[in-house]
């Protein structure tokens, strides 16, 4: 599966930003999706993710109460909304198709697009 994120930009601390994540292909309802981010100097992170029929999400504890994820199988798309944002959200954010909910289980990943929490 080939993933095509979008939606990153500069905003600032409190504000929101939703991101979505394209993906090609006939097999999208097949997989687990999820959101990753990586900052400067930092490993890739588990940010969120959610099952394949959309029933079950996981959430990483930084984000929980904040981020949302969702998708549409239908449009062969995930979505991240990201409200309360704050400057340690600052990274670059993958999403990325998988068979399981371990980071590991994630073979396939978008490009990544920028997010950027100005204080």
């Known amino acids: 599966v080939q993933l095509q994120a979008s939606g990153g930009g500069l905003v600032q601390a409190g504000g929101s930003l939703r991101l979505s994540c394209a993906a090609s292909?006939?097999?999208?309802?097949?997989?687990?999706m999820g959101w990753f981010r990586q900052a400067p100097g930092k490993e890739r992170e588990f940010v969120i993710a959610?099952?394949?029929?959309?029933?079950?999400?996981n959430y990483a504890d930084s984000v929980k109460g904040r981020f949302t994820i969702s998708r549409d199988n239908a449009k062969n798309t995930v979505y991240l909304q990201m409200n309360s944002l704050k400057p340690e959200d600052t990274a670059v954010y993958y999403c990325g198709a998988g068979t399981g909910w371990r980071q590991a289980d994630f073979g396939s990943w978008g490009q990544g697009t920028q997010v950027t929490v100005s204080s």
């Open positions: 292909g006939r097999t999208f309802s097949s997989y687990v």
């Open positions: 959610i099952s394949r029929s959309g029933g079950s999400t």
